[in-house]
Every structure is written in C-alpha cells, then in structure tokens.
C-alpha cells in the first residue's frame, strides 16, 4: 500500500511540475518543443480543410515542428470550438475557426464556450465573398431589379442555402433586412446540394461560395448580380459589389481565424501571429489560395478581436430581426 500510495505521489509530482515547466517563461520563449494540434471544425477535402493543411503546413516546416490537422466536425462546428476553448492554454492545441462558430452561432445556439471570453484570437487567416446568382429565368438583370421584383411579389421568390445560420443563409437575410424585402428560405444541407434546384428553377436564387457557382455562371447556366465583399472581387470584377448597389456598408463575407485557447500567453500568441503571417506571405500559398477562391489576411491579434467585437451584434440583430432558428 505505501509502495501504491509513493507512485501515486511521484507521478502526481511530476505531472505537476511538468505542468508548471510549461507554462515558465523558458518554455514560452522556447515554443514549440513539440508537434501542435490544429482542429478545424469541417471534413477533410474542403476548402477549410484546404487552407488549414496549407497554413499547417507552412508554420510546421518553418519551425520544424509538425502541425497536424485534426478535423472535428458536426453541429455547426461547435463541437470543434468547444475542444478549442477548453483545451490546455499552453499554444500546442489550436483551432481554425469561421465567423459561424464565433459570431453566428451564440445568437442560434446555447453553446457551452463564450466566443469572446473563451478564445485568444491570433489572426483572421482569409477571406472570400459570396456571390448572388439567380435563375435566368428570372427577370432581374441586377440588385435593384431584384428587390423590386421581391417587393412586388411578397413571399413568392424563394432563396436557397447550407443551411440555417450558414454564411450563405446570412446574407440572404442581411439583403433582406435592408432591402425590405420578403424571399423565403429554402435550407439545404450544404450549398453545392442546392444548386441542381437552382438549375431546375426549384429555387430561384442562392448566395454562394464564388468557387462553387463561377463555372456555371461563366457557362451561362446561372446568372451572377452581385459580390457580397465591400470591395469588388478579383474572380469577377466586372461585378458590383451589393453595397455600390444602393445598399452602402452592405457586407456579409466568409472568413475563417487562428485561435488559442484564452489565458495563452502574449508571447506564444506574438510567435504563432508572426508565423501565420510569414506563411500567408508565401508565394506558393498565395497562390494556392488565389486557386481555391480566398484572400489571405494576416491580421494582428487586435484587429481580430475587434473584428469579432463589432460582428457579434450585428449578425444577433439580423437572427432576431429574421427570427432564425437552428435546421
């Protein structure tokens, strides 16, 4: 029993003081000393899973540490964000999280983390836009014609998405909101499973990743009115933006960020920040992001939190005002 009673002793000692090595100044100073973990919420093949294997791989080759990709999907990639939130505040469990997760889902879901209090942003990693497209057998040549046409039929357009609370979903309902206007809500189980009713004219129009719809629209399948970004998208310029449409300050972009868990020390979130950086400023990964549709960021910690400060009430106005609820 002593002998029982002095192991368990010992290896409670050491796990200690492991604990406290860790969390010391040296091991700050000297991170990473071993392989990080980076969850991402969203199956592996995707163009979040994409982008997470680029940032990984770029961060775990300058450091000679291997970052590896670990996807946790399901329930709205809350489930993901939850691990994130309550993993060990020590820079070797990282997350590669979505405004969904963050500033979408407190307002539809009881969630078991806090966006703000629960996570240490380290930088928005990308952007992209969504698209408007339209059936062309709908009479709409542009923004302005659509919210006409939607005023003068009330309830009658339909709209599809991924989803309730996806990021195509909300910008449907944004354009709604300061348009005036009533389409009603088609959900799916992710955007590409809408677009073969969007061909057939089922639904009659749908915000989507630009990725996913460009094709069709370049083949003359589907029309394109507008880019969802304040500014122009370089995939089409010749698009206008729906806030040079008449609606100004209109925005409802996609982007996806670095985070730690919150208490992580300023010093391991300055060497993860300066790390994403440097591998979103490589040309390979610039142009493997061109190639998939986003824009790298490389924001600093603080731009982000005041990104996800100002996002968090505005998309909570826009489900309350929509009376949202989870699919």
């Keep these: 029993m002593n002998n029982r009673r002095s192991v368990l002793i010992a290896l409670t000692a050491g796990a200690l003081v492991a604990l406290l090595i860790a969390g010391s100044p040296l091991a700050q100073t000297n991170y990473p000393l071993n392989s990080i973990r980076l969850i991402a919420g969203f199956p592996p093949g995707?163009?979040?899973?994409?982008?997470?294997?680029?940032l990984g791989g770029s961060i775990g080759e300058a450091w000679g540490k291997p970052v590896l990709i670990d996807n946790v999907p399901g329930a709205a990639g809350n489930i993901a964000a939850d691990r994130v939130a309550k993993a060990a505040p020590d820079g070797y469990t990282l997350g590669l999280l979505g405004q969904g997760q963050i500033v979408v889902n407190p307002s539809l879901y009881k969630l078991a983390y806090e966006?703000?209090?629960?996570?240490?942003?380290i930088s928005q990693v990308y952007m992209s836009t969504n698209i408007l497209i339209v059936h062309n057998a709908l009479p709409a040549k542009s923004v302005?014609?659509?919210?006409?046409l939607a005023k003068a039929h009330p309830g009658t357009l339909t709209f599809a998405s991924g989803?309730?609370?996806?990021?195509?979903h909300m910008a449907a309902e944004l354009l709604k909101s300061v348009a005036g206007v009533d389409i009603r809500h088609i959900p799916y189980k992710g955007v590409v499973l809408a677009i073969p009713d969007l061909l057939a004219g089922?639904?009659?129009m749908m915000f989507s990743p630009t990725s996913n719809v460009l094709p069709l629209v370049r083949d003359g399948k589907l029309r394109a009115l507008a880019v969802t970004s304040l500014k122009r998208s370089p995939a089409v310029p010749e698009l206008p933006t729906i806030a040079e449409s008449g609606y100004p300050g209109y925005e409802a972009t996609i982007w996806m960020g670095l985070f730690a868990p919150a208490r992580t020390s300023a010093t391991i979130?300055?060497?993860l920040h300066l790390a994403t950086v440097k591998a979103l400023a490589l040309p390979d990964v610039r142009t493997k992001f061109a190639d998939l549709g986003v824009e790298g960021i490389g924001s600093s910690p603080d731009e982000f939190a005041a990104l996800i400060k100002s996002a968090i009430p505005k998309w909570a106005k826009v489900i309350k005002e929509s009376g949202i609820k989870p699919d």
Excluded: H, T, W
Aim: net charge positive; glycine share 6%; charged share 25%.
């Design 144 to 148: 302005k014609e659509l919210v006409a």
């Design 163 to 168: 989803g309730s609370g996806s990021s195509n």
């Design 46 to 54: 995707s163009q979040s899973d994409s982008v997470a294997r680029l």
């Design 202 to 204: 089922r639904v009659m």
């Design 115 to 121: 966006p703000v209090k629960d996570f240490a942003p």
């Design 269 to 271: 979130i300055q060497k």
